[in-house]
């Protein structure tokens, strides 16, 4: 007698390890991690969320040849999965790939046009290809969907910084402490942006804040600009 195992079976025994993985995943077990995930594949090679995890695994121990590996893999399996799209343009930035991190990118936004995350990382990517414009559209467009994303806020305070936009760069770099008064860098732009502005006790109030969050060169700049 031959016992058939039916295939909704075999893909519940599929997520059944893919949960096991997401749990050890999040007590920071790893190597036990990867071993569920491995036991998950064997029994749905279609499962896109566990190729897309073993990359997650993969780019924390930096090992980002496998990860980009597995991300694609789970992109293929399943375009539509919006977080392994991010994942695999994460993992091109990491290794400076600015120009292959957009097409996952312009796939996430697609697939996910109301989500915030994919616009924060293209304004990141078009920044690095010195395109300052499309970079503050992105950013702009991630600040609209989420006025609390402080790197969105960061990142465009400094293109504004950068193309000498004083006034701009302060009201953002200012924002990033309002929202986080832990945000060290951002007290330190925020004084850059206030010094060059001949605002000089503002801008050394703002040294001292990030001097106190023990924030690289600020104690330097209370001593060089503030004494």
């Known amino acids: ?4 195992v039916s295939q909704g079976a075999c893909s519940s025994s599929s997520d059944a390890w893919l949960e096991e ?17 491995k036991k998950s594949i064997e029994k749905n090679p ?11 695994i993969d780019f ?26 991010l994942n695999l343009a994460a993992v091109r930035m990491e290794k ?19 989500s915030a995350s994919a616009y924060l990382q293209r304004g990141i990517v078009w920044a690095a290809l010195a395109k300052p414009q499309q970079a503050i559209a992105d950013f702009t467009t991630c600040l609209a ?21 004083l006034t701009e760069a302060a009201e953002d770099f200012e924002k990033t402490v309002e929202i986080n008064p832990e945000f060290a860098k951002g007290y330190y732009a925020l004084g850059l942006s206030l010094y060059q502005q001949k605002l ?28």
């Open 1 to 4: 007698m031959v016992l058939l």
């Open 21 to 37: 993985a997401k749990t050890r995943l999040k007590k920071g077990e790893l190597v036990s991690a990867r071993e569920a995930l």
């Open 46 to 56: 279609g499962s896109s969320e566990a190729f897309n995890m073993l990359g997650v």
């Open 60 to 85: 924390q121990e930096k090992k980002y040849e496998e990860a980009e590996s597995n991300y694609l893999k789970a992109t293929e399996l399943k375009p539509s999965l919006y977080q392994a799209q």
């Open 96 to 114: 400076l790939n600015w120009e292959k991190a957009l097409p996952p990118l312009e796939i996430a936004i697609k697939n996910s046009p109301d």
């Open 145 to 165: 969907k989420n006025p609390q994303e402080i790197h969105a806020l960061y990142n465009r305070g400094n293109i504004y910084y950068q193309g000498n936009k």
């Open 200 to 227: 000089k006790e503002k801008a050394c109030l703002a040294f001292q804040q990030a001097r106190k969050l023990k924030y690289p060169g600020a104690k330097e700049a209370v001593q060089k600009l503030c004494e």
